[in-house]
């Protein structure tokens, strides 16, 4: 299972990121792969079946 928290804090330096300048993208994460898609006023994660929405700073 992937940690949360550690997502979370992974998630705020995407936007500083120059490898994640498309506004979807995957990466891997703790072993898992993390379908992501950027929004205006938040990040959306995909983790297998489970969904989460991460604001952006």
Not at 29 to 54: P, T
């Given at each position: 299972?992937?940690?949360l928290?550690?997502?979370?804090n992974?998630?705020?330096?995407l ?5 994640y300048e ?8 703790d ?6 898609e950027?929004h205006?006023s938040?990040f ?14």
């Amino acid at each position: 299972m992937v940690n949360l928290n550690a997502l979370a804090n992974f998630v705020e330096t995407l936007d500083c990121n120059p490898e994640y300048e498309d506004d979807e993208f995957a990466f891997t994460f703790d072993d898992a792969r993390v379908y992501c898609e950027r929004h205006k006023s938040h990040f959306r994660l995909e983790i297998g079946s489970a969904i989460f929405e991460l604001p952006r700073c």
